[in-house]
């Protein structure tokens, strides 16, 4: 058994990813402030959430029907989706993955989106809707400044994605493009859409309380309604409508020095190692791509510092794993091993039996190892608790529903109740909130937002016809 010393040894040396109250509530203030930047036109060049405007105006009423296609690109898979929503809040809908290999993620733009327009023609005739001429939602989930619904320029990759030719580009001209070059593809692109606003329609469709969406998987990000008298930068053709979702970016907090006072070593080791340095500092401290590598280097330390496995006989080896091999500890791991309840430590020593290849670990060691992955997922639930009541509390209504979704929300059976423990302390008292998983938010919300632009269209061409009679 570990001595209590050896415990409370290791509680100090974590105790740097433990944010304290005080910490907290500056990363609260330090994420307002950034949000009021991000909205004004005079300061949204110095934010570091960008407060992107989505043209998202329009929310699900539950009575929508008719048949669209979606495709879905942000994560390690790309997604086709054929969706067909039924009125009453119902929807049933046909998925196709297709890979995504390093040969997509790192090529050129063209290709991507020839790719991509390939899988879409290869579904279509598959489903036997080629002949159809369907409206088609783009959940396209990477940081672009918007100019209409359909019109999108990418800022920046982020999650390991760099194709060339892309930044600055439109992406949905190259979606276009690579469309028309399909001979016999006819589909008519009319949203782009980031996940975590398809993520939130999908919610509004069941419950249109819903007025913020949040991502925590690969990336991290959220959404939220805004009225549009506080969007300085939105033009006034679109002010006669109340209501906006801005895309917040927050993955990109702390680039400003915002989480400066919560950053350690090990994040600073975690952004030197990624392919965008210096970016997104808010999502390599809390989201799915990055935290496995949080616990690697953790874990490396703690060896060496004669914390875990001080006993055990492969220590060396264990150690040059953990140094020769990043991403030896992927974040699916600190969800399975979650539900560990200690007996005889068989999920965590299934995880050691495969990276360190090591057989009958010492339970103490399991037990510390299970410390550590709780630490780091804590630390995230806890900061994205807070920047969640940033935006619960701008919103302002008496109650707000947030929609989820994400690896890392669903699969940590801890993840929820992290977040709520910091938005339970920061979240106005006036307010209420409460959060719900949605249903493939960025399938059925791409939808759904293709579903709201097509019945504006309808109503706008009704109203002039009306007008000229
Ligand atoms: C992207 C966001 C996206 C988030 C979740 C981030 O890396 O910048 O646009 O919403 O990941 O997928």
């Known amino acids: 058994m570990s001595t209590t010393s050896e415990l409370t040894r290791l509680r100090e040396f974590l105790n740097e990813l433990i944010p304290s109250e005080d910490q907290l509530v500056r990363l609260y203030q330090n994420f ?20 992107y405007l989505t043209y998202v105006q329009d ?49 050129t ?8 327009a390939k899988c879409l023609h290869e579904f279509v005739c598959e489903q036997k809707v080629d002949n159809e001429h369907m409206p088609l939602g ?9 100019t209409g619904l359909s019109r999108a320029t990418l800022v920046r990759w982020t999650k390991g994605f760099n194709c060339s030719d892309t930044v600055g580009e439109d992406i949905g001209l190259m979606l276009k493009a690579a469309i028309a070059r399909r001979p016999g593809l006819r589909i008519d692109m009319v949203a782009i859409l980031n996940d975590t606003t398809g993520t939130q329609m999908s919610c509004a469709h069941r419950n249109p309380s819903c007025n913020i969406g949040l991502i925590v998987g690969t990336g991290c990000n959220a959404c939220y309604t805004e009225k549009v008298e506080n969007c300085e930068r939105l033009d006034s053709k679109y002010k006669d409508k109340p209501k906006i979702i801005i895309n917040v970016e927050w993955g990109a907090f702390g680039e400003k020095g915002g989480v400066d006072h919560l950053f350690t070593d090990y994040d600073r080791t975690v952004d030197q190692n990624s392919i965008n340095r210096g970016s997104q500092i808010f999502e390599k401290m809390v989201s799915g791509m990055y935290m496995g590598e949080l616990v690697r280097l953790i874990l490396l330390r703690a060896v060496n510092e004669n914390l875990v496995f001080a006993q055990c006989k492969l220590r060396k080896h264990i150690t040059d794993i953990l140094t020769k091999k990043p991403h030896c500890i992927e974040t699916k791991v600190l969800s399975d091993i979650a539900n560990d309840r200690g007996d005889d430590w068989p999920l965590v020593k299934d995880v050691f039996k495969q990276v360190f290849n090591l057989n009958n670990a010492d339970p103490d060691d399991c037990m510390k190892f299970k410390f550590i992955c709780d630490v780091v997922v804590k630390r995230s639930g806890n900061m994205i608790g807070v920047t969640l009541s940033g935006l619960v509390n701008k919103v302002g209504e008496s109650f707000s529903v947030i929609g989820v979704d994400g690896t890392v929300y669903r699969c940590h059976p ?15 008292k006036d307010y209420k909130y409460d959060m719900m998983l949605s249903e493939d938010g960025s399938g059925r919300g791409a939808a759904l937002v293709a579903a709201v632009v097509h019945r504006d269209y309808m109503e706008r061409k009704s109203l002039n016809a009306k007008l000229r009679q």
Not at 109 to 116: S, T
Not at 138 to 146: E, K
């Open 109 to 116: 733009g063209v290709e991507l989106f020839d790719y991509i």
């Open 414 to 428: 801890n993840f929820d109740g992290y977040m709520r423990e910091t938005l339970d302390r920061f979240v106005d």
């Open 59 to 107: 929310f699900p009423t539950g009575n929508e029907t008719g048949k669209y296609l979606a495709l879905d690109l942000g994560g390690s898979k790309f997604r086709v989706l054929l969706i067909h929503l039924k009125g009453d809040s119902e929807a049933e809908q046909i998925t196709k993955i297709y890979d995504l290999t390093e040969r997509e993620l790192h090529s």
């Open 138 to 146: 783009f959940t396209f989930s990477f940081p672009c400044v918007q």
């Open 32 to 51: 307002c402030a950034q949000i009021r930047k991000g909205l004004g036109s005079k300061t949204n060049k110095d934010a570091s959430t960008k407060c």
